[in-house]
């Protein structure tokens, strides 16, 4: 049995005020990797902006009470401390062997949380490449491996 592999990384962002930048420094150290790692945080002087990554998957904010990991709570708390007109882009790509393939992005903007992942980016491709036929071929694709 393989290991699931990953690698998640952000842009370079701004956050909405310096408590939000303290309340972002919380919440990496209270976040789930599936690696075990740390997330790394970074702040550029110049720009004011920050980053982070890991190697690893992020699970999420650990919830004692049901001892689980709440990936959306962890969404949640980056809609709040993201600056207004700005966007943070978390982009995770990882692979079990030749098994499992990840390629996603979760944009947080507008006070909310969007994913983009790369197989609907493809199928939305391929849809317009086939014209009439491209549904037929949307549903019955298979990215299960």
């Not at 002087?45 to 992020?58: P, Q, R, V």
């Not at 990936?71 to 708390?77: H, K, P, Y």
């Not at 006070?111 to 071929?137: F, N, P, Q, S």
Request: with cysteine.
């Amino acid at each position: 049995m393989a290991n699931y592999i990953g690698t998640t990384r952000t842009n370079w962002f701004h956050v909405a005020s310096p408590a939000a930048a303290t309340r972002l420094k919380n919440l990496l150290d209270k976040t789930e990797i599936d690696s075990g790692d740390a997330i790394e945080l970074w702040h550029d002087d110049k720009s004011d902006t920050y980053a982070f990554g890991t190697f690893g998957a992020i699970n999420g904010l650990f919830d004692e009470g049901t001892d689980e990991c709440d990936l959306d709570a962890f969404w949640d708390e980056l809609a709040v401390i993201v600056a207004k007109d700005d966007a943070i882009v978390v982009t995770e790509v990882g692979h079990e062997t030749l098994r499992y393939l990840v390629a996603r992005s979760i944009v947080i903007a507008d006070g909310r949380a969007h994913e983009v992942t790369l197989d609907a980016t493809a199928i939305g491709y391929v849809r317009k490449a086939l014209g009439d036929k491209g549904d037929a071929w949307a549903a019955a694709a298979k990215f299960d491996y």
